[in-house]
């Protein structure tokens, strides 16, 4: 690591978290560890390593290509896909010894063809839209000629069944209620017809605020990462730990005078002589730029900690920040936390999506591979943590 920008991944968070959403949930129901979209960022292969060493029982991706990397470093749980496939990822599903996610019939008789092609045979997941309006069976025609075609298929088995909640991190549950009274008609169907897959149906506000709707299993997302899906759920239920900080290095330090602006399109005029701290790190990174004049990093000094103001335009690669009223010396080479807590000063990616009017998963997942992941397992064992190969 050349630079001194980077992100560091407390993996310790990570198992504490998971082990707190288990505490919440029956005993024997288990969980799913989502590791989709390179594990929201904080790197798939360690995060899914870390989630079996705290007791997951089985991880989840959105694209067959995305479990790749998790059988090639044989993390050994099974693998469920929760998004759609077309038939090239479903082959590569069955080639791998994934669990695909499946609604039609046609997907179904494929995996059917291209198991019997691998001599092998196939577990599925039936997906049933309830609410959610995105993908699923949407009624019971289509559930049965599912369960046709699924009678007709030796070599695809039955493992599970899900739905997923649209709105179970609003105050109100009457929508996510009414999808589980919708999913639990469509799984009496599927025991009529003598089947008893594994049922799914929480995700992570339903971990929190749902525990009763928690049946076999499930899919632990956001949360695994230390944050909440929205300010309305119960946060006192489930103790959660961010996972990810992200650090930058100070590369030039100067004073500036009144009437000087900062930045492209000078959007920062200084109103007083204004010391200047340039940062590396910026869009091309991850950082959003809708964070110009507006966000805050935090400068940690030999006299405490203090936040430093963003001021001018985030640039691709640098970003200026007014260090002004930041007590002792700030110099070139000095790490300021850009996500993360130092003393008694935060900055969550819950508060950087507020000012971008986004979410945190989205904060997290746009720190891209110019920022590279630093592991450590919060045991003291390994300080410096582990760099990504």
Request: one cysteine or more; glycine letters at 10%; aromatic letters at 6%.
């Amino acid at each position: 690591m050349y630079r001194k920008t980077f992100a560091r991944i407390h993996l310790g968070n990570l198992k504490q978290n998971i082990r707190n959403a288990a505490g919440n949930v029956p005993d024997a129901c288990g969980i799913v560890a989502v590791v989709k979209a390179n594990a929201y960022g904080h790197g798939a292969v360690e995060c899914a390593r870390a989630a079996k060493q705290a007791g997951a029982c089985m991880l989840a991706v959105a694209l067959a290509e995305e479990a790749v990397p998790l059988i090639q470093e044989n993390i050994g749980l099974p693998i469920i896909i929760i998004g759609r496939s077309n038939h090239e990822q479903l082959r590569l599903a069955v080639e791998l010894g994934l669990q695909p996610c499946v609604f039609t019939p046609d997907d179904i008789a494929f995996l059917q063809e291209a198991s019997a092609e691998q001599g092998t045979k196939t577990k599925v997941h039936l997906k049933f839209d309830t609410g959610m309006c995105r993908i699923g069976i949407r009624s019971d025609q289509e559930l049965g000629e599912c369960i046709k075609t699924l009678n007709a298929c030796d070599r695809v088995g039955l493992e599970g069944v899900f739905t997923h909640f649209a709105n179970s991190d609003a105050k109100n549950k009457d929508h996510a209620i009414g999808q589980h009274e919708k999913f639990l008609h469509y799984i009496d169907i599927l025991r009529e017809n003598g089947f008893r897959p594994a049922i799914h149906a929480d995700n992570s506000a339903g971990t929190i605020d749902l525990p009763q709707f928690s049946h076999d299993m499930v899919r632990f997302g956001i949360s695994m990462y230390g944050y909440y899906p929205s300010d309305e759920v119960d946060k006192d239920a489930v103790p959660l730990s961010p996972v990810m900080e992200v650090f930058a290095e100070i590369s030039h330090v100067k004073t500036i005078e009144p009437g000087e602006s900062v930045g492209y399109g000078s959007t920062f005029t200084a109103q007083r002589t204004t010391k200047v701290a340039t940062v590396q790190i910026g869009y091309g990174d991850g950082y959003n730029r809708l964070l110009s004049n507006k966000g805050k990093m935090i400068v940690t000094t030999d006299c405490g900690s203090f936040y430093a103001p963003i001021i001018g335009r985030v640039c691709m690669d640098q970003t200026m920040i007014d260090i002004t009223d930041v007590g002792g010396a700030v110099q070139t080479g000095d790490v300021v936390t850009v996500l993360g807590k130092k003393g008694d000063k935060l900055v969550s990616a819950d508060d950087i999506a507020k000012i971008c009017g986004t979410i945190s998963y989205e904060v997290l997942l746009d720190f891209n591979e110019r920022v590279p992941r630093v592991y450590s397992d919060d045991n003291g064992a390994d300080p410096a943590g582990k760099e990504q190969k």
